[in-house]
């Protein structure tokens, strides 16, 4: 799992250690067996993508310990489902996208162009690693 690539067909980066996020809680959108849910996206949150997710039965805003689920706050970063994203995209709310540390299955859904829309800058997350 150490060699899986990015949107931009480079090694896959780390998305962020504080919250700890990925599917493992190792910092990684990685692509795992045992994750349905494909938790490959890594966004920088926002309000209007919380909202949206609220309202859509995902609340990513109240704290979960039992899951070391720490709730999410704008400005975060997170390792979100893919389909999640597009569903938000969809419907307006979708959060910007750090591409470094995006997994390249997101491609099967979602084309590159649009990915390019909503990128993030990558320097203003480091200090989240």
């Known amino acids: ?3 899986q690539k ?3 067909g480079e090694v896959l980066k780390p998305c962020c250690k504080f919250p700890m996020t990925g599917f493992v809680r190792d910092g990684y959108c990685r692509l795992h067996p045992q994750d349905a849910g494909e938790h490959t996206v890594c966004i920088e949150v926002t309000e209007e993508f919380l909202a949206f997710s609220k309202a859509a039965g995902n609340d990513l805003s109240t704290a979960m310990p039992e899951y070391d689920f720490p709730g999410l706050i ?3 970063r997170w390792c979100l489902c893919a389909l999640r994203w597009v569903e938000a ?3 307006g709310a979708a959060p910007k996208v750090v591409l470094s ?3 390249e299955s997101l491609l099967q859904y979602v084309p590159m162009e649009t990915l390019n829309n909503f990128a993030v800058d990558e320097q203003e997350g480091l200090n989240k690693l």
Request: aromatic share 6%.
């Open 1 to 3: 799992m150490t060699d």
């Open 74 to 76: 704008a400005g975060d």
């Open 6 to 8: 990015n949107v931009l």
């Open 101 to 103: 540390a995006t997994h």
């Open 89 to 91: 995209y969809n419907a």
